[in-house]
């Protein structure tokens, strides 16, 4: 097998490091020919180096992976896997429609990481049973999924994170420890989040969340 040429998208520094390393350790299978931290420098740096695959981080400044997806040309060979911290429907099923070849989180092992990237290098598409089990749903109708974007972009990034934590049962205090905002901020988007989305009360929120796979 001939090495394959690796790009890392990633805003955080520590975190494409820490990839590096991992992946290095293989230097035989992989080379990291190219690092970007936002949209605009992994489009950048896509065109020039052209390659093999490109793990690719989905939320970052810029409109995060699915803009570099829009971005990158339909000729391109390049393959993308998608790494991200979430496992929420939404994120896994609008990146694969959005050309993505498979989706893992951040906490895979280094040798389970590679494996990935080599697999879909080679034309299989890669997903933890979990994540499989969403883009499963979708194609079965079992996830209405135009519904899910429409509603979802009503929504800014933050009041889909604070939504997300409140879904699944954060107390305010907690949801402000987590997100490292005020209370009162968590407050303004639970109730924006509501609004938008024409629910009462953060049980109904709670089952609107539960019933998209968003939780």
Known sequence: MSTLRVAIVDDHAMFRTGVRTELESSADRVEI???????????????????????????MPGGGGLEVLRRVPSSAKTTFLALSVSDAA???????????????????????LLDALERVAGGD????????????????????????????DRLTEREREVMRLIARGYAYKEVAKELFISIKTV??????VLRKLQLSSRHELTRWANDRRLI
């Open 90 to 112: 939404e994120d896994v099923i609008g990146i694969i429609r959005a050309g993505a070849r498979g989706y893992v989180t951040k906490n895979i092992s280094g040798p389970e």
């Open 125 to 152: 598409a890669v997903f933890s049973p979990r994540l499989a089990g969403f883009v499963l749903d979708a194609f079965a109708g079992t996830i209405e999924i135009a519904q899910v974007d429409e509603d979802l």
């Open 187 to 192: 407050e303004t988007h639970v109730s924006s």
């Open 33 to 59: 020919v190219a690092e970007a931290e936002d949209v605009d420098s992994a489009v950048a740096a896509i065109a020039e180096q052209q390659p093999d695959v490109v793990l690719l981080d989905v939320h």
